[in-house]
């Protein structure tokens, strides 16, 4: 994820290792830390995950403003 400046970038922001957040990448982003890696990246939830309309129904594609991370 260049737009959070690299993956060690995002994985600082977020407070998480490399290694978590390249499984991440590799395989699903987690619900409760999406609205996290959002803020710290710019990437939208509609981007992070399919099924975004399950968690963020009100989403509209505008990038978080705060990392206040929602949970399902």
């Known amino acids: 994820m260049t737009a959070a ?3 060690t970038a ?3 922001a ?3 290792s490399l ?3 390249t499984n991440w990448r590799k395989r699903r982003f987690p619900v409760a830390q ?3 890696i959002e803020a710290a990246s710019g990437v939208s939830v ?3 995950r399919a099924d975004w ?3 963020w129904p009100d989403a509209d594609g505008v990038h978080a403003t ?3 991370v929602e949970t399902a």
């Open 5 to 7: 400046g690299g993956l």
């Open 66 to 68: 705060s990392s206040a």
């Open 53 to 55: 309309a399950t968690y």
């Open 14 to 16: 977020v407070g998480e």
């Open 34 to 36: 999406c609205k996290a």
């Open 46 to 48: 509609k981007r992070l």
């Open 19 to 21: 290694q978590t957040v």
């Open 10 to 12: 995002l994985a600082n």
